[in-house]
């Protein structure tokens, strides 16, 4: 089973990713925090989530890209000097600004992704997202 850590500061769309992987039957263990700050406190093991048995490190972040307070690109600036660089993060974005998207590559996202429009769309995207870390740690 992967640990999927999702950043996402819209409630719906937290919903509508924890709803896909219940509905993908993916063999995967969902995660979210409403923004990069808490997903840093989060990886941190800081307050509440000081305990990994409940709070593990994740396997995989996704992560939204426009967020109010700390960006994805901010959580990628930082992610890349921290000791969690190693954790593959997706980028799931609405923007068609490909200098924006070049950017988040650059600073060590795996890949972008366009937000499903669609929840079926969203819950191929979890499955392949769960298989593709299965197969990491496996």
């Known amino acids: 089973m992967v640990t999927i850590l999702h950043v ?12 896909a ?25 800081s307050r509440e989530f000081a305990d990994r048995t409940q709070y593990p490190l994740p396997d995989l ?12 690109a901010d959580f990628l600036r930082w992610r890349k000097t921290s000791e969690f660089e190693h954790i593959p993060v ?7 600004n490909q200098k924006e998207l070049a950017e988040v590559l650059q600073l060590g996202a795996l890949l972008t992704v ?18 593709l870390e299965l197969q990491k740690v496996s």
């Open 8 to 19: 996402e500061d819209e409630e719906g769309d937290r919903d509508l990713f924890r709803m």
């Open 114 to 131: 366009p937000k499903p429009s669609s929840i079926h769309d969203l819950e191929t995207l979890v499955q392949q997202l769960s298989e």
């Open 21 to 45: 992987v219940q509905r993908s039957h993916a063999h995967a263990a969902l995660r979210t925090v409403p923004d990069a700050y808490i997903a840093k406190e989060y990886l941190q093991g």
């Open 90 to 96: 997706i980028v799931l974005s609405d923007s068609a």
């Open 61 to 72: 972040i996704v992560l939204d890209l426009k967020m109010p307070l700390m960006s994805g």
